[in-house]
């Protein structure tokens, strides 16, 4: 194990994990608002734009914190007040796509320099309809988890509606069991990640081993990041701007452990998994 994470943060400097998180934060700046209007669309369509939005900024709240989720916040404000002709709906429909998209055909480069995968020798324009179609199929897997989060929630509130009268640590439990669904959603959404974007053929063994270590990071992390950024009075000093950087600074550290995650699950497959030789 411990040559196992020897090499996995030795390969992480290598591939210039720090560089490769600033460009992704880059891009999710730009990326950020048509990813929250599509995953918003498709999930208000089955249970309401009130409820979806309600439920995606709890969740934002619980990654991002009180700063970072009002930045997302004013953003997405500010994408969806505008009234336009049918013609300049259409083009902007069509960079709404373009936009939520750009994000993960950046992270699928990234994937694909830490697996080594040779560059293409002549790309043609299926390579770059291809890519953009699993970037936005990530959209939908961001929709889908949404609504799953969505129902779990609901559920919950109707099971500690129920147990608090006849249990009284249910609240308590209730907020275990939430903290363990959240878990798995992001280990399944870091999953899909690795196996769907990479130009690579990886075993779902691979592809879960390396998804769990990169949940258990993030969920650690997530908590280091908060108490830093909110502690470091680095995002206080940009005045009014300081939502924005506080967002851009968590994007980018926790780029940091997906990146981190993402060696790790080579080095598994490669020593341990279905690549060992």
């Not at 490769?20 to 990326?31: C, E, I, Q, R, V």
């Not at 509130?157 to 363990?180: F, I, K």
Request: hydrophobic share 55%.
């Amino acid at each position: 194990m411990l040559s196992l994470l020897k090499c996995t943060v030795s390969e992480w400097f290598e591939h210039r994990g720090g560089s490769m998180g600033a460009a992704l934060a880059f891009y999710t700046l730009f990326s950020l608002a048509p990813i929250l209007v599509l995953v918003l669309a498709i999930a208000g369509w089955f249970y309401g734009p009130q409820a979806a939005q309600g439920e995606l900024f709890a969740q934002l709240r619980g990654l991002v914190g009180a700063q970072g989720a009002e930045a997302i916040q004013l953003v997405l404000a500010g994408a969806r007040n505008k009234e336009e002709g049918r013609l300049a709906t259409l083009v902007a429909s069509g960079l709404l796509l373009f936009g939520a998209t750009t994000v993960f055909a950046e992270l699928k480069a990234s994937l694909d320099a830490i697996w080594q995968v040779p560059p293409l020798t002549h790309g043609n324009l299926w390579d770059v309809v291809r890519t953009r179609l699993l970037s936005f199929g990530m959209v939908l897997v961001l929709a889908f988890l949404l609504m799953v989060s969505l129902v779990v929630s609901a559920a919950l509130t109707l099971l500690e509606n129920y147990w608090s009268s006849v249990w009284r640590d249910a609240g308590m439990a209730l907020t275990v069991l939430n903290a363990l669904i959240g878990f798995i959603v992001i280990a399944a959404l870091f999953g899909v990640i690795f196996k769907m974007l990479p130009r690579v053929q990886l075993s779902w063994h691979d592809v879960s081993i390396g998804a769990l270590g990169t949940a258990a990071l993030f969920t650690l992390g997530k908590y280091a990041i908060g108490a830093y950024i909110g502690n470091s009075g680095v995002a206080g000093s940009y005045g009014a701007a300081g939502s924005l950087i506080a967002l851009l600074l968590w994007v980018y550290y926790s780029a940091q452990i997906f990146f981190l995650g993402a060696e790790f699950a080579r080095q598994y497959a490669l020593q341990r998994g279905s690549l060992a030789k």
